[in-house]
Every structure is written in structure tokens, then in C-alpha cells.
């Protein structure tokens, strides 16, 4: 089986306009025959599964999937119920779906498959499904978009669903169901009148389809929480799809893109949009928000210091962090090493020190860069009362913050030549920490000591003491 990728991405509008009334407005149609583009574009990538990423279905406790493998029902819009109703009968990919929901868990997030007859689908899948796969020959899957999900939270979410397409040797698609701007007419109008709604939406929504026209789809996620408070709309706009798109991509800015319409719907700015993962040959853009592999908890909020909130601006730095001991600036001093992409220490320490050929890196814990979330989950909550964690993902955490440092240093994990681990419980966690030290540092090489300790300074289960042989 050859390994899955995304063969291509879509951004598609939500409104039920471009199915039931798409010849009362020219601009309606013209999104209409952008749908039937695209829907020509999947059946020659020879696509195998549709993932929908829906903003029309919120979910408020974690990610919700649906999994009913033929949800049969009919649709009315609760704003436009006026233009009639849809009905639709779904292929779902049922098998996917519990394997998505598997891998979230499996990466710190709360996820849930749905399956009982009447659940309704939402209007944004509604459209997009029953346009983009109008005979039902692709399977599909959705998942919800949580409300109160950060970037780091959306990020992960794309990656599980990512580590599903590998596995399965899927060749999929990823589709978000979107509006550009939202802000609405809040009366009836005339097909004839619609137009955008403000100058201020209209101008930012031609700067996110120029920008996807380029292929920078990773920049559009950057922007994305400065153009939700420009456009000052309260709502899922270009922010949550565009961090899940941008994930399911590689966070790249290299893509092919292309806008097959723009047009409004009622005052919002809807847009067919095309996102090829060729290169484009453009120099790929800068990256710079953290990289997260696992999530866990209540979004950053346990040990959370330089916190990035949902507007964008960078919290004030705290001395105490919620829980455990404060966090401080790594040491500058001679010879030493530090990186925004390592968490900060507990301590006046660095990252590393560099000692003629030699690399000595302080204790290196699970906690996350930017939000000191703990991957797997902390070992217990803020009273002290023990919790339930994962020993497999804080052991990947540790491994991947040391290879970031490693990195920082110009060396490769290759290059690891001791290591000395610490265990908290050594009964319940020494097999699955060395399970995932096989995967990764045990094809390295390095010597090994593993010692069982009362407690870390933090509420963490694992940390490792490395050293790193530069080389002559």
C-alpha cells in the first residue's frame, strides 16, 4: 500500500443558494458553476475520500465526527428556509471516521463519533457534498468545528486526521465549508440587490483570495486573527478552517491556488477556491507558529505563560505560572544554547550549553513551546489528585523538545550520544516509555540510564538529561 496524501484542497461557501436558487443571481450562479468545476477537478484527481470541515456544524465539548455510513434526511436552512428544502442521502466513510476519532484521542484531544438516524447534517456539509459529489461515488467524513478550539487544538486535529490518510493509503480531499466574510443582511433582500456587505469585508476578503490565489496558504492562517477583528464579526470566519487547511497542507506557502468565484450570498463573501499541493515554485514563507503534535487539557490554560489569545495579542508574561513553579528566560551565558521552540525552564538555566565538541542539555520535559500544555496530560491536577495520562505522547513530547533544541545547537539526534531518563512511576510507565524510546532514540544508539524519582518540578511523568558529540 503506497503511502496516503491530500491530492487537493477547496474552500466552498455554506448557503443553500448555490443548490436551491442559483438562476435568481448571477452571482449565485456564478458559484454554482465554480462548484461544478471543482466537482470535475475531484473526479480527476481520482480522489477516494472527501473531508469536510464544516464552520455551519459547532460543537462545544471537543470534535464531533459523523460516522452514520447512510445519514438520509432533508435540509432546511433555519434562515432561508424560504428557498426550499434539500434532500440528501450520504455515502459516509464509517471505518475513517472511528479511526480519526481513535487518532485524536490517541494525540490528547476530546473526540466523538455520531451515528443515530435523524442527526441532521449542517447545512455547509449539506452544499458541499451535494455539489462537489453529486452521484455519491466518494466516500466522505465530517467533523465539527469546535467552538473555543485554539490553533494548537485545530493543528492537531488536522495531523490525526492526517495519520488516518497515511495509514490507509487514502487519496483525499479536504474541504472546508466556509464563508469568507459573515456578516449578513439582518432583512429579506431582493436576489438583485445582494452585494457585500461592508467596503471593510470586501477589501479583506480580496486580500485572503489573493493570498490563496498565490498558494500562501499558511500566511491566510497567520493573518486570519487580524482579519477577525478588522472585520469585527464575532464568528467563525477565516480562522479556525484556514489553521485546519493549512495543517492538512503541511503549513505550507509554496501551493497552487486558484479562485474559481467570488461572489456575496446574502451580504457574506462566499468564494469557490482551489488549492492544488503542487509547488508553485514561489519561496515558501516563513513559518512561525508552534509546531504541536500532541494537545491536551483546557487549551493552554494549565502552566500557561505567553499565551497567544483568541485576538491575537500576546498576553503579558507571568512569574508564576497556574500550576508548579514559575517559568523563567533560558540563560544567556557563554556557550549556551536556547530556542523559542523549546518550553522555558523552571529555573535560571539554558537549553544547552555547547563545551568545546560537546552538547549538555538541562533536563528536557513534554511541556509544549508557547502553551506548556503537557501531551498525554499532567500527571495531576492543580490539588494534587492523581490523573489518568497518556506515557507515549509525553515521551514523544520530550523526544521531539530535544530534538528542537538539538537542532538549535547545528546538530542532528544522530549525533545523541547519552542519555539519562526520569521516571516518576517506573512500574506503570517503563514499558511504554521504552516502547517509544525504540521507535525513536533506540535507532540512534545512545547509552541509556533510567532511574524511578519521586517528582518533577512540573506535573510530568518523564524528562531526559541529554548529551550531544558535536564532532571535530
Known sequence: ?????????????????????????????RLRDAFDTAAQTIKELDADLLVIYSTTWPSIIGHQIQSDPNPEWVMVDHDFHDLGSIEYSFNIDQDFAHAWDDANRKRGLQSRCVNYKGFPIDVGSVVALTLLNPDNAIPAVIVSSNMYANRSETTVLAKSCLDVIKAQGRRAVAITAMSLSNRMFTDFIKPEEDKIHSLKDDEWNLKILEFLKQGRLE????LSRTIQRQIRVQKVVAFKPMWWLSAMNGNRND??????????????????????????????????????????????????????????????AVEQASSGPGLWEPTEAEGSVNTDAAP???????????????????????????????????????????????????????VNNVKRIVEEAGASMDQVVDVTTFLVDMKRDFKGYNDVWAQTLGKIGP????????????????????????GE
Open 1 to 29: 500500500m503506497t503511502e496516503g496524501s491530500v491530492v487537493g484542497s477547496f474552500v466552498v461557501p455554506v448557503h443553500p443558494h448555490t443548490v436551491l436558487a442559483p438562476d435568481q443571481n448571477e452571482g449565485w450562479q
Open 447 to 470: 547509552t541509556r540510564t533510567t532511574l524511578a524519582i519521586d517528582a518533577l518540578p512540573t506535573p510530568i511523568a518523564v524528562e531526559m538529561k541529554v548529551i550531544v558529540h558535536l
Open 255 to 316: 501551493l497552487t491556488g486558484q479562485v474559481l468565484a467570488y461572489e456575496p450570498i446574502h451580504g457574506a463573501g462566499g468564494a469557490v477556491v482551489s488549492i492544488d499541493p503542487t509547488p508553485s515554485g514561489a519561496g515558501d514563507k516563513e513559518y512561525d507558529e508552534d509546531d504541536i503534535e500532541y494537545f491536551h487539557g483546557e487549551r493552554g490554560v494549565l502552566d500557561t505563560v505567553d499565551e497567544i489569545d483568541e485576538g491575537g495579542e500576546e498576553a503579558p
Open 344 to 398: 522555558k525552564p523552571v529555573g535560571a538555566y539554558p537549553h544547552a550549553r555547547k563545551v568545546g565538541n560537546m552538547l549538555f542539555l538541562s533536563g528536557v520535559g513534554p511541556r509544549q513551546p508557547g502553551t506548556n500544555a503537557i501531551p498525554g496530560g499532567p500527571i495531576h491536577d492543580e490539588n494534587g489528585e492523581p490523573l489518568d495520562y497518556d506515557i507515549e505522547a509525553q515521551t514523544h513530547a520530550v
Open 219 to 222: 500566511d491566510v492562517g497567520q
